[in-house]
């Protein structure tokens, strides 16, 4: 499989049938502030272009993803299952149909790859704030079926700790479950914070008893020329993370 230069391949332990990528904003044929590999369909863009580009990304998959209606919460959809017509209502997706494509859309939200060490099933998560608040990484493991030692992830491009401002509720959100979650929020201002998600989203994974926690890293906010970011153009595109097991 042959990517557009600057697409993500995870790198992480995963099995070999195991096969995922994030792309980018390089690759497609959007313009302004949405070139150009804009997948987002309801961000303004013009829908022939978010058409023609998410035909593009399918010529790399071995059927058709199943995009999402995502809503920052923790639901998870079960691509094997039988489904009501139309976009499902979730913030993650699980699968372990070989050729089934689970894939979630971000532009400063963390996408999340999962999977069990044989490879036998899949998951990807939106995870924003408010969905790792919610518990989102939590619904995807418990989805996987797998336990947590024999769960590895990835964490993909999000809004990093230097560019992402949130005022005390969001502090206060985390830290009604976990105490210790103040550690990722460096006050910045009065009411104000800056907020790691990559931390945020390890203690959650330890919390869960998951180990094996792979990449982090990135700013959306600040690799402007790589990137789409929410906070940083609202009119922004959106980046796809996709995920699936090999036929």
């Known amino acids: 499989m042959s990517l557009p230069a600057g697409w993500i391949v995870p790198d992480w332990p995963a099995a070999a049938r195991v096969r995922a990528f994030v792309t980018t904003r390089a690759g497609g044929v959007s313009a302004g502030d949405y070139a150009s590999m804009n997948l987002g369909a309801s961000s303004g863009d013009e829908e022939e272009h978010v058409a023609r580009n998410r035909r593009i990304v399918r010529a ?7 995009y999402l209606a995502q809503v920052h919460g923790r639901d ?11 976009r499902p209502r979730a913030d993650a997706a699980v699968t372990g149909r070989p ?4 894939v979630v859309l971000t532009a400063d939200c963390m996408p999340v790859f ?14 924003g704030w408010r969905g790792l608040s919610a518990g989102v990484l939590e619904s995807a493991i418990a989805a996987l079926g797998a336990g947590p030692s024999d769960v590895v992830a ?15 509720e969001v502090k206060e959100a985390f830290e009604s479950s976990d105490a210790g979650a103040g550690e990722a929020f460096l006050q910045h201002k009065p009411g104000k914070f800056m907020a790691d998600l990559y931390a945020l ?12 926690v792979h990449g982090g890293g990135y700013c959306t906010f600040e690799e402007a020329d790589r990137f789409f970011s ?4 609202q009119r922004s595109g959106r980046m796809g993370a996709f995920i699936w097991i090999e036929p």
């Open 114 to 127: 999962l999977a069990d060490r044989a490879g036998s099933r899949v998951a990807v998560a939106h995870a």
């Open 201 to 212: 989203a390890r203690r959650r994974f330890a919390r869960a008893g998951v180990a094996q």
């Open 60 to 66: 790399l998959l071995p059927g058709d993803p199943v």
């Open 99 to 102: 050729g089934n494509v689970a």
């Open 230 to 233: 929410y906070r940083r153009v």
């Open 76 to 86: 998870v959809v079960d691509l094997d299952r039988p489904r009501e017509p139309g």
């Open 154 to 168: 990835w964490m993909g491009p999000a809004i990093g700790p230097r560019a992402f401002e949130v005022g005390a």
